[in-house]
């Protein structure tokens, strides 16, 4: 139990285009979903909390508007990249938090690798 | 006050030996410590966690020790095999906040060698 998938898994894309990941819990609901940004060798950096059905919060220095996050259904949050720059590649991660504390808080995708050309 | 620091960067073990990886926060609002593992290309995987009101956890050859009064938490693997070799980051979440938000470390990388 508690499987979060991401799609793409990789997704290579020139400047100035728009890409969307999506994040999927696929055997629970999650109300809450955390997007996550991942350099080479370094830690994992919170962009965003994402609720259901409300606006997402967004950490200290990350544009709103540049990564934008939708999370329609308690299975389903979407990050979209707009108008993505070199510097936007990286490794982005999604993870859901169960409910249930005795299944362990908090559950990571398998992470989504943006080049940008 | 929000961090956690890990360490160390990094460390090699031969295998059959314990990695120790230490972490060390100073936020006491802090009530749940878990510790993932992550392969190159992919996502963090939860290993083991912990409450502040136990002191150890062990499942298999991956044991949490917590300090409470250092504020300190550690984590140990015994046996270490090649397959272990991975980035391992510690976390700790305030209570009752920010939808569970977590805080991670900054990651150590474990080398296993055969």
């Known amino acids: 139990g508690a499987v979060v998938s991401q799609h793409p898994s990789w997704v290579i894309c020139k400047s100035g285009t728009s890409v969307k990941i999506e994040c999927r819990s696929l055997?629970?609901?999650?109300?809450?979903m955390f997007w996550y940004r991942q350099f080479p060798k370094q830690s994992l950096m919170l962009m965003a909390t994402?609720?259901?059905?409300?606006?997402?919060?967004?950490e200290q220095g990350v544009e709103k508007d540049k990564f934008l996050i939708n999370h329609a259904s308690l299975t389903l949050s979407t990050l979209t990249v707009t108008s993505a720059h070199p510097e936007d590649s990286s490794f982005y991660i999604c993870?859901?938090?169960?409910?249930?504390?005795?299944?362990?808080?908090?559950?990571f995708g398998p992470g989504t690798r943006l080049t940008v050309l | 006050q929000q961090q956690v620091k890990q360490s160390p960067q990094s460390l090699i073990v031969q295998k059959g030996g314990i990695s120790i990886i230490n972490c060390a926060y100073e936020n006491t609002a802090f009530d749940y410590f878990p510790w993932y593992q992550q392969f190159p290309g992919k996502g963090p995987a939860l290993l083991i966690a912990?409450?502040?009101?136990?002191s150890e956890k062990k499942e298999g050859r991956f044991t949490i020790s917590f300090n409470k009064s250092a504020k300190q938490f550690s984590l140990h693997i015994m046996d270490s095999q090649p397959g272990d070799s991975a980035t391992y980051f510690c976390?700790?979440?305030?209570?009752?906040?920010?939808?569970?938000?977590?805080?991670f470390g900054q990651g150590t990388i474990l080398t296993v060698h055969p």
């Open positions: 976390a700790a979440r305030v209570r009752g906040t920010s939808y569970g938000k977590l805080t």
């Open positions: 912990i409450r502040p009101d136990v």
């Open positions: 055997d629970f609901q999650a109300t809450t």
């Open positions: 993870s859901a938090r169960v409910a249930r504390e005795a299944l362990g808080g908090q559950f």
């Open positions: 994402s609720n259901e059905g409300s606006k997402a919060t967004y």
